[in-house]
């Protein structure tokens, strides 16, 4: 109560007052007090307040040319600010109601030589290494440059001032965030009761868990770093990101049904990474790593809890959920299941990437929906189509279509080989580079999981239950079986319709015996036929 009082002492611009709490203009009003007891802030004054890693001249400099139309109220000498410019200038940048492209401006600014020249590679180097800084709430970053990096800086670095916004803007969205979280949260927390920082950046960086060992760390597709780049691509987080590796070629082995099993059941968003060798004979001198972000798993992995959470109508498999119903679904995951490979799915959120030999998202367009493609080995009876037509791939797919020129990006031939096309009618086409469309061999695979513990224990108890049904199925005779049978199929169907079982045995045989009911009509229309001809 007591900083809110003496914060509304002071006359502030109503601007100030409709975009920063009052507690946060009492605790600016306490940091104010320690960085310019004189009741005027300059540049070196706020410098030496402040932890390093960040160029808070700069952002000194932004804020006096912000406010200094305001006249002396906010700007009391040539190059300084008082508390009523301070608050006004932090609330025309970082609490700005602005469209992206100019929120990246006030980033570029901070690390920018001219107005309107290219960043340049250092330039964006150390900008993206401050938003790092930011992101990690002031941990040091690593003394190495990071391939994400230095592959950023190669496709972005010399743009002029307003491409790299646009670039910034779709590459990495959630960039701003992490300089606008930190400085206001480091600001904040040099004037609040116990010093510390405010809350956490929205663009902070992921908690990686690895499944290799910490000598085998190094043979990893994903960087801390490049894992970073890749959650600022992937938007704001409401909550920590905690990425756990749920498989990977060098611990699991190069298989598909290897990478079945390790990846059927997770109930979240996933990132998939491929390296690949070099195409020599096109002139490439390294390899590139290609892979998806998916932001939902495929619609046979979903639980019935989480295709229908507490308190939602209850699922009634023969007719479509009203609309009021489907709302309360939750956004990332289809309203009704679909059969598990013979449809594509996804959201708008997944998007192709690239981290080498450059950084590069591939943003979905929103002409086709062909967004990702799961066709597994467990998967074939499901994907059986009338007699007389062909099954589809085993792949990995994205994009594309397969019977009209293939997927977009597809892992084929168990998954030994990566497929790539410049463009579909799905995802965006890079604006000026391209890579080539030939086979490459895939030397490295690894799947994120990067739903948190939710999707996790989603993955458990599909695993434990397919446990149990194994030991249950091992543990009783045969003519138990043939009992249970008989009164299984209430519960087959309740299973089937709510996702959270596939009996692919009995798909099989009743696939059969269409075959076999077909076949015999056949061979009695013959019979009828030569019969008749025979009478004539």
């Known amino acids: 109560m007591g900083g809110s009082t003496s914060s509304s002492a002071v006359a502030l611009p109503e601007e100030a007052k ?18 310019a007891p004189g009741g005027s802030l300059d540049a070196q004054s706020m410098a030496a307040a402040l932890p390093v890693g960040l160029p808070w001249e700069r952002l000194h400099s932004l804020l006096v040319t912000e406010v200094a139309k305001e006249g002396a109220a906010a700007v009391p000498q040539p190059g300084a600010l008082s508390y009523a410019g301070l608050v006004l200038g932090l609330a025309r940048t970082i609490r700005a109601r602005q469209p992206a ?3 990246m401006r006030f980033c570029r600014f901070l690390y ?27 941990e040091a970053a690593a003394s190495t440059a990071s391939e994400g990096f230095e592959a950023s800086c190669a496709e972005a670095a010399a743009l002029p001032a307003d491409d790299w916004a646009g670039w910034a803007a779709d590459q990495l969205p959630a960039l701003h965030l992490a300089f606008e979280d930190y400085i206001l949260g480091t600001l904040r927390g040099l004037g609040g009761p116990d010093g510390s920082a405010g809350s956490a950046s ?11 060992r910490d000598d085998q760390l190094e043979q990893s597709l994903l960087s801390r770093a490049d894992a970073w780049l890749l959650g600022v691509a992937a938007g704001p987080a409401t ?15 190069l298989s598909l049904s290897r990478f079945a099993h390790h990846a059927v059941g997770y109930g979240g968003p996933t990132l998939l990474l491929a390296r690949c060798a070099p195409l020599t004979e096109h002139g490439e001198r390294e390899g590139v790593v290609l892979g998806a972000m998916v932001d939902s798993p495929p619609p046979s992995t979903l639980r019935p809890s989480q295709l229908h959470p507490p308190g939602a109508p209850p699922f009634i498999p023969s007719r479509p ?9 939750p956004p990332c995951f289809p309203p009704l299941r679909r059969k598990a490979s013979d449809k594509y799915f996804g959201g708008s959120d997944c998007a192709l990437v690239q981290l080498a030999p450059h950084f590069h998202v591939y943003r979905p367009v929103g002409h086709s929906r062909n967004l990702a493609f799961f066709n597994l080995p467990a998967d074939r009876a499901a994907t059986f189509r009338a007699r007389g037509q062909a099954q589809l791939p085993e792949v990995v797919g994205f994009g594309g279509q397969p019977a009209m020129g293939g997927f977009r990006l597809s892992l084929e031939d168990d998954l030994n080989v990566l497929s790539w096309r410049e463009s579909d009618t799905c995802y965006a086409r890079h604006p000026s580079q391209k890579l080539a469309e030939a086979p490459r061999t895939v030397l490295a695979l690894e799947l994120w999981g990067c739903g948190g513990l939710a999707a996790e224990e989603a993955q458990r108890e599909l695993q434990r239950r ?5 030991a249950k ?29 596939s009996f692919i045995g009995d798909q099989m045989k009743e696939s059969e015996d269409r075959e076999a009911r077909g076949v015999n009509m056949g061979e009695r229309s013959f019979v009828g036929k030569e019969d008749r001809r025979a009478a004539v």
């Not at 150390?126 to 938003?131: K, N």
């Not at 397919?466 to 194994?470: E, M, S, Y």
């Open 112 to 138: 920018a030589e001219g107005e309107d020249g290219p960043l340049g590679a250092a330039g964006l180097s150390a900008l993206l290494r401050g938003a790092l800084h930011a992101s990690r709430s002031g």
């Open 473 to 501: 199925a091992g543990s009783l005779s045969l003519e138990t079986r043939r009992k249970m049978a008989v009164d299984d199929h209430a519960t087959k169907f309740v299973l089937e319709a709510g996702g959270a079982h």
């Open 18 to 35: 409709q975009r920063l709490t009052s507690i946060e203009l009492a605790e600016l009003q306490a940091a104010f007090a320690v960085m």
């Open 101 to 103: 492209r100019d929120k």
């Open 466 to 470: 397919r446990g149990l049904d194994a």
């Open 321 to 329: 959920p009203a609309p009021p119903q489907a709302r309360l679904l």
């Open 239 to 253: 909550e920590q990101r905690g990425w756990r590796c749920l498989y990977s070629s060098s611990a699991h082995g």
């Open 202 to 212: 929205a663009a902070r960086e992921p908690i990686l868990s690895h499944v290799l």
